[in-house]
């Protein structure tokens, strides 16, 4: 059966009650198809040896600086990866770890769950506690000087997400929880050096990912969160990866109100050159309309064996016009962001 003759079985509609996305052989569970405005899915994936893949991701973002870390397993790897960007100075240290078979990486089946890495060269923890998750990472080694970070984030009562299933077909899917605009404090530390992310200057953004996925696949992803005219504003937005499967991983979040959105989003760029401006909006026209002038391009490069990627991630800021489900246009100028291209034989 071919992807787009899986995905005319489905339609894009809204989720209330907890569901499994698999069932007992590792297949896709037509009733886990669809989006919740707060996470309902078990991640429950079994069998598929070698394909299938886990990974939370979380970005925090203030006035002056970035900060960002990684938890991932494909199966026959696990990799931690973590990067610090100064705006103002173009300052930036990366540091990545791989684990064979992603022994020792503990990423659970639900959303609200501890992830925890332990290793010699960079340990990690993302905690649950009560309605705040608490994140510490440390590193002896990063970028050549001793590193640690610590952060708070808060998940205010009622605060929406978007949670999303992507179907290519019954053996090949993955759901995403992509959560914007959740208020975070914290530091950095480099070399004894302290970076301070002030609460109610900061925002935190995780991408939680489970799924069984195609070998060789690429994506755009685009994600902001900021405060705008006394509102809070954020976006996911997705290329690529969906297309011709019924449902996108895109939406509009305006003070803590989640408007999904059907329509595609279309990524135009110079692929010769990734800090030209980019335009990102619907297809067709209307709901979103925006600009992004990159300010720092981050690449990221793996040549091991099974796994390639390549990964230009780009931060900037956003300008345009974004519809929510209200009608009433919102304007948006320069808001910190990031917009990537990534390609992967995973």
Known sequence: MTVHAEARRFEEKEIAEAVNLCDARGRLLPAAVGWSRRPLHTCNLSGHPLRKKRWNYWCVTSDSYLFSVTLASVDYLGMAFAY???????????KTVTVPFGRGCVLPDTVRGDVFLSHRDMSL?????????????????????????????????GHETLNAVIPWSADRFHFTSKQNCLPASGAVSLGGEAFEFPGGGAF?????????????????????????GGRTIGLNL???????????????????????VAADVRFLYDRS????PWRVKTAPPG???????PFFERVATTNLLLLRSSVHQMFGRYSGTVIPDDGAAVEIEGLLGWVEQHEARW
């Open 84 to 94: 610090f960007l100064e705006y103002d100075t173009g300052r930036f240290v990366e």
């Open 125 to 157: 923890r993302f905690a649950e506690e009560g309605d705040q998750t608490a994140i510490h990472v440390e590193s002896p080694s990063f970028g050549g000087s001793s590193f640690s970070a610590d952060f708070l984030v808060e998940r205010p009562a």
């Open 204 to 228: 935190a953004c995780l991408d939680y990912g489970r799924g069984v996925w195609r070998y060789g696949t690429s994506w755009n992803w685009g994600s902001l969160s900021g405060t705008q």
């Open 238 to 260: 997705g290329g690529s990866w969906t297309d011709g499967t019924g449902m996108t991983e895109n939406a509009i979040l305006i003070d803590g109100r989640i408007s999904k």
């Open 273 to 276: 050159e990734f800090m030209k």
């Open 287 to 293: 709901q979103i309309d925006l600009r992004f002038e």
